[in-house]
């Protein structure tokens, strides 16, 4: 028979808890697929890194206006949010405005993203 006593907070949460990860173990064994095929995993040395800078330097000379623009355009906006909120009386959404601001930057760097690939194709089409 269960124990019928009111547990604290703290393992009723570990309780639940660990509920949900079996759940959650469940759930991924199912979707995954029955043949278990283990990913190559490949060592990254000093030429990779190399090659990765070389590239994205590549991408910078081709495209320098526009990720300079990108690049300043992004501290300006988090500038003006800071004074917005000082000047307003504001103040107490300045947290949230520093802390919410840098989540905007993955979305930002989409375009950053796409014009890369762009470069990158018409490098590979010639």
Not at 32 to 49: A, C, F, L, T
Not at 60 to 69: G, K, M, N, W, Y
Not at 97 to 121: D, Q
Request: no cysteine; hydrophobic share 45%.
């Amino acid at each position: 028979m269960p124990d019928k006593t009111i547990g604290n907070p703290v393992s009723w949460s570990a309780q639940r808890l660990a509920g949900m990860g079996r759940g959650l173990g469940s759930a991924v064994e199912g979707i995954g697929s029955h043949e278990m095929i283990r990913p190559e995993v490949r060592n990254i040395d000093g030429g990779d890194i190399r090659a990765a800078l070389r590239k994205g330097s590549e991408d910078f000379t081709a495209l320098r206006s526009d990720v300079i623009i990108a690049v300043a355009l992004y501290p300006v906006i988090g500038f003006v949010l800071a004074v917005w909120a000082f000047n307003t009386g504001q103040v107490h959404l300045l947290f949230p405005l520093v802390a919410g601001f840098p989540l905007v930057g993955p979305v930002a760097a989409v375009g950053l993203y796409e014009m890369s690939r762009r470069t990158g194709a018409r490098r590979w089409a010639r």
